[in-house]
């Protein structure tokens, strides 16, 4: 009798990771923005900073709308402005330039480091895959204390920008440059798992194909009308358990 031969493994999923509000907070940026205010606005911290992040988000899919491109770097400086300029605290460029200077120490949420764990234990190849350029994306994760010395930074590619392709997320091309730098061909997309609190983010991968992860650290549910995603948890934590089981638990 013949013996079969042993079948392959199947590959590892390979996973892509949001920055911006996934693993990094967007909101603690807010004790350096109300340090820089006056007196008479330090109320005002917390809403500049939420409004700082919605027209940082607001501005890239206006670019990507229009055909246009300016990078990240560009875009928070500039929705920096406009978010100070509606609340109508004016500072000196100085301050704006310390403001922008901390957004490369943004503060990580307090699962990553057990997901960092868990991907290194389980040798799980991760990358982050974002809006922000290279060089916000090397400060970044050099000056974060949670992803400096983690098994993603010590990747030969510990991220990915939209910068080559001059275009934002959840432009379909964003998603298919990634996929070309992981060597993953369109047809096998979902092998890469797209993990983001954002669900515009998770919307544009599951376009592409790619199986999708949406951090649901609220618990508020899912609410967006023009797709759903594969998975949700509520925190970087149980990605691990879903990539590694290769489980099936969907929204």
Known sequence: MTTPPPQEAAPKPLLALDL??????????STALESHLPSYHKHLA????????????????????MGKYDDFSTVTKLSLTDALHRAGA?????????????????????????????????????????????TQLASAVA???????????????????VHDVGRFKPAPETYRYLLQRLGVEEADAERVVMV???????????????????VDRE???????????????????????IVDDGGDECF
């Open 143 to 161: 000056m974060s204390p949670v992803l400096k010395d983690s098994c993603i930074a010590r990747a030969q590619t510990p991220f990915i920008s």
């Open 219 to 241: 618990g508020k549910g899912w609410g967006d009308g023009l797709g759903r995603p594969k998975h949700v948890v509520r925190s970087l934590e149980e990605v691990v358990e």
């Open 20 to 29: 911006y509000g996934t693993l990094l907070d967007t909101s603690s940026i």
């Open 46 to 65: 917390t809403q500049i900073c939420q409004d700082w992040r919605k027209h940082q988000l607001e501005y890239t899919w206006r670019l990507n709308s």
């Open 90 to 134: 004016h500072l000196p460029s100085s301050t704006h330039k310390l403001l922008l200077s901390a957004y490369d120490s943004l503060s990580a949420f307090a699962d990553v480091p057990q997901l960092l764990h868990s991907l290194q234990e389980l040798q799980i190849p991760a990358v982050i895959f974002s809006n922000g350029t290279p």
């Open 196 to 214: 983001s609190s954002n669900p515009f983010d998770v919307v544009g991968a599951a376009a592409v194909g790619l199986r999708t992860i949406w």
